[in-house]
């Protein structure tokens, strides 16, 4: 006999010094930072307080986009996911894409949700730019 229960754990994840710091951004100022390595010249978007690339910590935050390339997307059910390489970085991330016709290589901008409050979720998603 097998038994099915699902199990409730509450969660909760510390952004850190350099998460809080662009969760902040996002949240009062509608703003993208991004995280340059300290061993290297590497820009990442969304920081993180280590380089993706080498491990080495991450000390400086600057602005990146809003606006990006969309390298590639792809359907789940009704939201579409891009892969998008935000202005300043060197890195692509993925977000939600609002709008209907998508290509390889367009120009995408970040929309800000108008109730913003300090999560990833603040940016809305990625629209085609004008």
């Known amino acids: 006999m097998m038994l099915e229960e699902a199990i409730q754990l509450r ?3 510390a952004a850190g010094g350099i998460g809080s710091r662009c969760l902040a951004a996002l949240r009062d100022e509608a703003t993208l930072l991004a995280g340059r390595c300290s061993a290297g010249d590497h820009v990442a978007c969304p920081a993180s307080s280590m380089c993706p690339r080498c491990g ?4 400086a935050l600057e602005p990146a986009g809003p606006g990006g390339r969309l390298l590639a ?3 789940d059910d009704d939201t579409v996911f891009g892969l998008i390489r935000v ?3 060197d890195n692509a991330m993925i977000h939600r894409l609002l709008g209907a016709q ?3 290589g367009q120009r ?3 929309r800000f949700a ?7 979720l603040d940016i809305s998603g990625f629209e085609v730019a004008p």
Not at 114 to 120: K, L, M, Q, V
């Open 102 to 104: 998508f290509e390889p």
């Open 11 to 13: 969660f909760e994840y």
């Open 87 to 89: 202005d300043g970085a």
């Open 73 to 75: 997307w792809t359907r």
């Open 108 to 110: 995408v901008q970040a």
């Open 56 to 59: 080495a910590l991450v000390e």
């Open 114 to 120: 108008e109730d913003r409050i300090g999560s990833i």
